[in-house]
């Protein structure tokens, strides 16, 4: 089970750090995702945080955004920096591997 937390509510240019953790299991083989999906709009992925350590965002947040993980803590993380209006969605992270299992979403609002 994914239980994703460190949404809010934010002024543009402000930053939050979301995390994703693992109740049940190690995360340490598996790949994470991170998704968003805002009002009337598709889920699109945000970041790939690999098992290695190293991440991947997408275009839109390359500069912004960077994704971690900390086995120890069985938790993988979304730091958000110089957020926008437009990055107001709900936020999942989701595991891969044989299955996939998503988290429930947490909610990021940024004000202008």
């Known amino acids: 089970q994914l239980q994703a937390s460190g949404g809010g509510l934010v002024q543009a240019g402000g930053s939050l750090r979301l995390s994703c953790t693992a109740s049940?299991?190690?995360?340490?083989?598996?790949?994470f995702d991170w998704h968003r999906q805002a009002p009337g709009k598709q889920r699109e992925l945000v970041a790939t945080?690999?098992?290695?350590?190293?991440?991947d965002v997408a275009d839109f947040a390359k500069g912004r955004f960077t994704g971690s993980r900390d086995n120890a803590k069985n938790t993988v993380y979304l730091e958000m920096n110089n957020l926008k209006p437009e990055d107001t969605a709900v936020y999942y992270c989701?595991?891969?591997?044989?299955?996939?299992?998503w988290g429930q979403g947490t909610q990021v609002t940024v004000s202008s």
């Open positions: 989701s595991r891969w591997g044989v299955r996939i299992y």
């Open positions: 049940r299991g190690s995360i340490n083989s598996y790949r």
């Open positions: 945080v690999w098992k290695s350590g190293g991440a």
